[in-house]
């Protein structure tokens, strides 16, 4: 496994990895044209894709053959992850601590830094919740992000290693 900045090559990876977690937000919302076209607040998913890829704010864990393991995609400026999924072929554990790890070497460890993850019950979605949970990451707040009901968690100076 090894991490890489994410090109536009990347995009139908980013794409298809992002279509594995429809399903969870299919517990909240039933139409998802607002989740990846955006609204009068948000850019569509497509546009923010290509912004974090031109920002350089979003970075690929893959394989020895140059499969999607995993995407984390981030903002400096607002010191957010925003985007974070890692592909059920991939060693959860891992493909995410590796991500984080790079994360936070971009982001700004002496400020708060949020993450949204889509509210679910699911297994699956458990894990994510866990890792949070163990990188310091503690429940801040629900709210809504594209239509869909998300949580928002934070990670305060005081939990960063």
Same mark, same amino acid.
């Given at each position: 496994? $090894?991490? +890489?900045?994410?090109?536009?090559?990347?995009?139908?990876?980013?794409?298809?990895?992002?279509?594995?977690?429809?399903?969870?937000?299919?517990?909240?919302?039933? #139409?998802?044209?607002?989740?990846? #076209?955006?609204?009068?607040?948000? !850019? @569509? &998913?497509?546009?923010?894709?290509?912004?974090? !890829?031109?920002?350089?704010?979003? %970075?690929?864990?893959?394989? +020895?053959? #140059?499969?999607? *393991?995993?995407?984390? @995609?981030?903002?400096?400026?607002?010191?957010? !992850?925003?985007? &974070?999924?890692? @592909? +059920?072929? /991939?060693?959860?554990?891992?493909? /995410?601590?590796?991500? %984080?790890?790079?994360?936070?070497?971009? *982001?700004?460890?002496? +400020?708060?830094? &949020?993450?949204?993850?889509? !509210?679910?019950?699911?297994?699956?979605?458990? *894990?994510?919740?866990? *890792?949070?949970?163990?990188?310091?990451?503690? %429940?801040?707040?629900?709210?809504?992000?594209?239509?869909?009901?998300?949580?928002?968690?934070? $990670?305060?100076?005081?939990?960063?290693?």
């Amino acid at each position: 496994m $090894k991490i +890489r900045i994410v090109t536009d090559v990347d995009i139908p990876q980013w794409l298809k990895l992002s279509s594995e977690h429809d399903c969870y937000v299919y517990e909240s919302v039933q #139409d998802l044209s607002e989740w990846y #076209d955006g609204n009068e607040n948000s !850019i @569509s &998913f497509s546009s923010y894709m290509k912004s974090k !890829i031109l920002q350089q704010e979003a %970075f690929m864990s893959v394989d +020895r053959n #140059d499969v999607c *393991l995993g995407i984390i @995609s981030f903002s400096k400026k607002s010191n957010n !992850i925003t985007f &974070f999924g890692i @592909s +059920r072929q /991939a060693d959860f554990r891992v493909t /995410a601590n590796a991500l %984080f790890q790079c994360a936070f070497e971009f *982001l700004d460890t002496s +400020r708060p830094i &949020f993450i949204n993850e889509i !509210i679910s019950t699911s297994e699956w979605m458990n *894990l994510y919740y866990n *890792l949070y949970h163990e990188l310091g990451f503690v %429940f801040f707040g629900n709210s809504t992000e594209n239509g869909v009901p998300v949580r928002t968690l934070v $990670k305060t100076p005081s939990t960063h290693p």
